[in-house]
């Protein structure tokens, strides 16, 4: 099972940006769909973005236009730009990996987590 290690996150006013970075390890990279959830204190863990390893991606409605997710495949590593950001967009976000090929949105469905980390968006 892969290994996943968040970092980047922290404090930022609204309007402005953040850059999250996720580390794999101890895993076939390429068979790996990658992806980011975050969760809200009282509230569900929600899908954000994931993709392939060809680069396709799928973006949750709430961040389409603001944040974008990239991969590096020969670094194992997962990163997600996080502009325009908003005080909703406050949460502990977390790295994921699933072998599935098809892109879920329910978080069950994922194989592999993170430990999270935190994002606050002050207005």
């Known amino acids: 099972q892969v290994q996943l290690v968040e970092s980047g996150g922290g404090l930022v006013q609204a309007g402005g940006s953040l850059r999250l970075s996720c580390a794999a390890s101890?895993?076939?990279?390429?068979?790996?769909?990658m992806g980011w959830f975050r969760q809200a204190p009282g509230k569900e863990r929600e899908f954000v973005a994931a993709?392939?390893?060809?680069?396709?991606?799928t973006y949750a409605d709430s961040v389409k236009g603001r944040f974008t997710i990239a991969r590096d495949n020969v670094k194992n590593t997962v990163n997600l730009q996080m502009n325009s950001l908003k005080p909703e967009d406050t949460a502990v976000y977390y790295c994921?990996?699933?072998?599935?090929?098809?892109?879920?949105?329910?978080?069950?469905?994922?194989?592999?987590w993170g430990q999270g980390t935190q994002v606050t968006v002050s207005s």
């Open positions: 101890g895993g076939t990279f390429s068979t790996y769909i």
């Open positions: 993709i392939r390893w060809t680069g396709g991606n």
């Open positions: 994921a990996a699933d072998r599935s090929p098809v892109i879920f949105m329910d978080s069950r469905r994922w194989d592999s």
